[in-house]
């Protein structure tokens, strides 16, 4: 079972340096994530300047978002440093602290619109339950790398793996945090049907899941994500409450028509007709002041992201780095799809925020990191 | 490398790889084609709904016509009012330490617990949480001011203006001014079934001038178009708005003013006189039925409820025994009593069934069937005429005058001299009073007319129902030799800057030709009542202001012999008599008549001319100081006036005892009519 990857190579010796950096032929070095990825977050700079551009509370958040997106940096130029290897050995223990800081959350977190989400450090605020997406992935990409069964997985296989995701998920849950409990399942079954499961317990968990989802509302849910639910079927049901939100950035979509309404012109967001419109809802800021042809581009941008990010997993050359990297690109894939869907109605709103574009420091720095790793392991591969 | 042994389970993997592609376009693809639906298919909707959202109509609030007296004294005015409101959506925004400095300010300077904070918050929970909440109405100056400087560390908080529609004076005369409220449903429908546009949150008037006048008072609110935030804030950039450069505008024009007949200084003189009895008090130029003066008391002050009633303010004033919210000028009947006798003391001279000179001894009683009529002095009068019946209120002369004239006859020359309908003055809510006559009690109650009763109603009593108002008009048409005028309240119609757009003149409503000898007595008779020492009112004698009228004392249930000429004052509040006086001044040359109701207030002698005395008073001295001022009247009592010597201890009541000889009657109506 035990493999001996571990011996190689040492960690941040002069030998590891050269051989990340000086020993590669620089020009083969694999930009494309990070060259994407600064072009996804100056768009959505740009358009945070446009979104916070209102005399409210959010003037100017623009500023502390750069500063994130510095820090982010910083750790980058650090994660290319170091061997992917490296994560795998303290994977476990990043997957543990991160459970202790949700956990702490509960306990002394700042509550904010209602729930406990944050945590301080000193001025800075963080998200743990943002950490926590990468934290999993890395996770279950350790759990499953000596992974050997053969015909896809059983209900033995999958009962501990689901211990790993269930007890973050429950403790995001418990914040109230569902969009991000939500992702977390998410990308935990996208890497379970990865390794593949096997089609009878497919069968099964799906009957049961289906049985279950009466319930899970009736109990799980707070009356307020039942409301979600019901506006979600049915928005008309209540225009100025609890359907208003999905009403307007709709409205907000669709009014930007092929070409937009223009930079800073956008009369929904900028006349504070969205709610969240820094955060959650900074699509529709963006799609309502460049329309169909700026939502076309922007939509081919994360395409062309996630299949780069797709092709470092494709292209990796062992179990971890490509269950780790999957992860990753799942993590991303759900954001946009999931983000995007809420924005234009085709999803109930849940709060998740859409990589580089959403206001929010561990978001983006959850995202920065997460491309830093596909990038790590983008350039590992020709080491052997 | 030992990751070699993975790499047959890595192609395996890379198998898969296509599966996930497809994924990622399928998903994306979904994104898109959402896009092509919203932004290209509906787009056009899209941009329209978007347009709809932003810019708004915005009512252009015009302010509502003012009220003044007839000397322009401004009664009542639009002021501004300061409330205090918390956005939840800003306040949630604020850190733990700013909520809790913000609550610690608010309670120290509105004097209110912080947990009365939080409980409005809590209650508005439920709302959208952008909609204002309101913490506190009417704020004192000081409020305003101490608040505005802590603005700045209190997100949320605001202070918005409102107009609020002020008596100045507070509750006197609230009945005839009063008062606006938000119009209701039922009343929205009415009103814009008549053609008016009002809105749900529009003000109408409720009562008072306010409802009556409600066409003339309201103004015209304009209109403008503004671009608003979801929170419906007025949004400008920087002082002008992007998308609505040249947006029209339609200008507010603001309410037209009314000028009263009324003197806000008689007002006063008979607020202050009425002091905490109960009654109503109605003054009528006799010249031309303009209303001098009318007050109810109690009274409310309606500037509490231009904003909306507290309920429990609402519920005081309802359940009030002395019932603050009716005008007992023109709301309540009452039975008028020995003010009552000139009309049987006319119909009998006009029907020439008495003459000036005709007298009547007064024995203190007289039989009528089998039954015992009395006379309020117990003794009797002696021989009486008209005039010294008058003035005696000799309940004798005017049985007897009465058994001549029949009830019909008596119900004419009252129905003549505007009792038993309504004035017309331009109030709602005015009771028409009751005449009785032969075919009214047949129809009423099925029941022949019995002789006994027209003795009753020769004296103002059984069913004779009549209002403050209408009294005071009668005697104003005594007062200027017959001729009944509609009373009325608005002399002037202005626009708000000052022009004059309307002027109400006199309207005649009847016009008699009484024989002078009919008039000089009455006259002379109401003279005595005041003036001669054996009148019932010569306490309230105005020396040198020729003040005359008449008493009424009215018993307003049945008592038992020995409580009739018991002391009133010692009866319980609701069973003393009600206290009636009417008249007019000066004797010769009417200027102002009058009509004072004491609800259960004893004597009319007592409670009642007194306070009819102070507004005559203030009103001869206001207008002919030239005449009565003090200084003029000693200078012409001291050039000849014969002072008139006033008994010390005059005892005169005019309460005719209804003392239980008449169980025959079918039961009288209440003398409070509660009907509307």
């Known amino acids: 079972m035990t493999h001996t990857s571990m011996e190689s190579p040492p960690l941040l010796d002069e030998s590891a340096l050269r051989t990340s950096l000086y020993d590669e032929d620089f020009k083969k070095f694999n930009w494309n994530l990070l060259l994407l ?180 509302y009736k109990f799980a849910l707070k009356p307020y994500q039942r409301q979600r639910i019901v506006t979600f079927l049915d928005p008309m049901s209540d225009p100025k409450g609890a359907g208003y939100n999905s009403i307007q950035s709709m409205i907000a979509v669709g009014s930007g028509k092929l070409l937009g309404k223009g930079y800073k012109k956008g009369t929904q967001s900028q006349l504070n007709f969205l709610p969240e419109h820094h955060t959650d809802f900074i699509f529709s800021v963006f799609s309502e002041e460049h329309g169909f042809v700026g939502c076309g581009l922007l939509l081919s941008i994360y395409l062309i992201f996630l299949v780069s990010g797709l092709a470092v997993a494709y292209q990796s050359h062992d179990k971890f780095a490509l269950l780790l990297a999957f992860g990753v690109c799942s993590i991303f894939f759900w954001h946009v799809f999931i983000n995007m869907g809420m924005v234009m109605g085709i999803l109930p709103i849940v709060g998740v925020p859409l990589p580089f574009l959403s206001y929010g420091g561990s978001s983006l720095l959850t995202s920065m990191l997460g491309v830093a790793i596909l990038t790590n392991i983008a350039n590992k591969k020709f080491m052997f | 490398m030992a990751f070699l042994g993975q790499e047959e389970q890595i192609r395996e993997f890379q198998e898969r790889f296509k599966y996930l592609y497809a994924i990622l376009f399928i998903g994306l693809g979904i994104l898109l084609s959402r896009m092509v639906y919203l932004q290209v298919l509906k787009g056009d909707e899209m941009r329209q709904y978007s347009e709809e959202n932003r810019i708004k109509k915005v009512k252009i609030a015009s302010p509502r016509g003012m009220i003044f007296d007839r000397n322009r004294t401004l009664l009542i005015d ?88 002020t008596n100045i004076f507070g509750d006197v005369a609230s009945h005839l001014l009063g008062y606006i409220g938000e119009v209701n449903p039922s009343e929205l429908q009415q009103l814009n079934k008549a053609g008016s546009r ?115 303010i609402w519920s005081q004033l309802l359940n009030n025994e002395h019932r603050p919210l009716r005008d007992k000028t023109i709301q309540d009947h009452y039975s008028p009593g ?3 006798k000139i009309v049987t003391a006319i119909a009998g001279l006009e029907e020439g069934v008495i003459d000036t000179k005709s007298r009547i001894g007064c024995s203190g ?81 099925g029941q022949e007319w019995n002789g006994g009763e027209t003795l009753s109603v020769a004296i103002g009593q059984s069913y004779v129902l009549t209002t403050a108002i209408q009294l005071a008009n009668l005697y104003a048409s005594i007062a200027n030799g017959g001729t009944v005028y509609r009373p009325y309240l608005v002399r002037e119609i202005e626009s708000y800057d000052g022009q004059v757009l309307k002027g109400f003149k006199p309207e005649t409503v009847e016009q008699h030709r009484l024989k002078p000898d009919t008039l000089e007595s009455i006259k ?93 008073r203030t009103y001869l001295q206001k207008y002919y100081p030239e005449l009565y001022s003090e200084k003029a009247i000693a200078a012409r009592l001291k050039a000849g006036g014969v002072p008139v010597a006033i008994p010390a201890q005059p005892v005169n009541d005019d309460l005719t005892p209804d003392d239980g000889n008449d169980t025959t009657l079918p039961p009288v109506p209440s003398t409070q009519n509660r009907e509307d």
């Not at chain 1, 959010?58 to 980058?76: D, E, N, P």
């Not at chain 2, 809790?100 to 004097?111: A, G, N, P, Q, W």
């Not at chain 2, 040249?246 to 002091?275: C, H, M, R, W, Y």
């Open chain 1, 37 to 216: 990825q600064i072009v996804l977050f100056l768009i959505g700079i740009w358009n945070l300047i446009s979104a916070t551009a209102v005399e409210d509370k959010s003037q100017g958040l623009y500023k502390s978002q750069l500063l994130w997106f510095s820090v982010g940096a910083c750790v980058t130029a650090l994660f290319l440093l170091v061997h992917y290897s490296f994560f795998s050995r303290i994977a476990y223990g990043i997957y543990f602290l991160n459970l202790m800081l949700l956990a702490a959350v509960l306990v002394v977190g700042r509550e904010s619109l209602g729930a406990k989400r944050w945590i301080g450090f000193g001025g800075l605020r963080m998200q743990p339950s943002e950490f926590m997406k990468l934290s999993l992935v890395l996770c279950l990409a350790k759990y499953f790398e000596s992974d050997r069964t053969v015909g896809g997985m059983g209900f033995r296989e999958l009962l501990p793996a689901s211990l790993l995701v269930g007890i973050p998920a429950g403790l995001i849950m418990l914040q109230p945090d569902l969009g991000t409990a939500m992702i977390l399942l998410l990308v935990f079954g996208s890497m379970m049907l990865f390794l593949k499961v096997k089609p009878q317990v497919l069968l099964i968990l799906g009957i049961c899941g289906m049985l279950a989802l009466p319930a899970a």
């Open chain 2, 78 to 165: 639009n002021r501004p009012a300061f409330d205090l409101e918390i956005i939840p959506q800003y306040f949630k925004l604020s850190s733990a330490e700013e909520k809790v400095e913000t609550f610690h300010h608010l309670s120290r300077i509105l004097k209110m617990p912080e947990s009365d904070l939080q409980a409005i918050l809590d209650k508005a929970k439920g709302q959208p949480s952008f909609l204002p909440v309101k913490i506190k109405t009417d704020l004192a100056r000081d409020e305003v001011a101490e608040i505005e400087s802590w603005k700045i560390s209190m997100p949320g908080i605001q202070v918005e203006q409102e107009i609020k529609r």
């Open chain 2, 198 to 312: 009002y809105k749900l949150g529009d003000s109408v008037g409720k009562y008072g001038l306010e409802q009556r006048m409600e066409e003339v008072l309201r103004g015209q609110d304009g209109e403008k178009l503004v671009e608003v935030d979801a929170f419906g804030r007025i949004k400008l950039e920087r002082g002008k708005s992007r998308v609505l450069q040249n947006a029209a505008e339609k200008q507010a024009v603001p309410g037209k003013n009314l000028i009263l007949s009324i003197d806000q200084d008689l007002q006063l003189a008979a607020t202050q006189a009425f002091g905490d009895k109960v009654g109503g008090l109605v003054a009528i130029d006799p010249r031309s039925g303009e209303i001098l003066a009318m007050i109810s008391r109690p009274s409310f002050d309606p500037t509490a409820f231009s904003r909306g009633i507290p309920s429990q």
């Open chain 2, 338 to 340: 020995s003010v009552f």
């Open chain 2, 365 to 445: 009683k007289i039989a009528v069937g089998n039954r015992l009529y009395h006379c309020h002095k117990k003794g009797g009068h002696g021989d009486v005429n008209v005039v010294s019946a008058i003035t005696e209120s000799c309940d004798i002369f005017f049985y007897r005058v009465a058994q001549k004239l029949g009830v019909d006859k008596i119900a004419k020359w009252a129905t003549y001299l505007g009792l038993g309908r309504r004035t017309g003055i331009n109030l709602a809510r005015e009771v028409p009073g009751l005449i009785p006559t032969e075919a009214w009690k047949q129809k009423r109650f």
């Open chain 2, 524 to 616: 002379l008779g109401l003279w005595g009542v005041v003036n001669s020492p054996r009148g019932t009112a010569i306490l309230s004698r105005l020396p040198g202001m020729d003040f005359v009228g008449k008493t009424g004392t009215v018993q307003v249930i049945r008592l038992s012999a020995d409580k009739i000429y018991g002391k009133c004052e010692s009866m319980k509040w609701r069973e003393r008599h009600n206290a009636m006086f009417t008249g007019y001044a000066p004797a010769n040359d009417p200027k102002i008549a009058i009509a004072v109701i004491g609800e259960h207030a004893c004597h009319g002698s007592s409670g009642a001319a007194p306070i009819a005395r102070a507004v005559i």
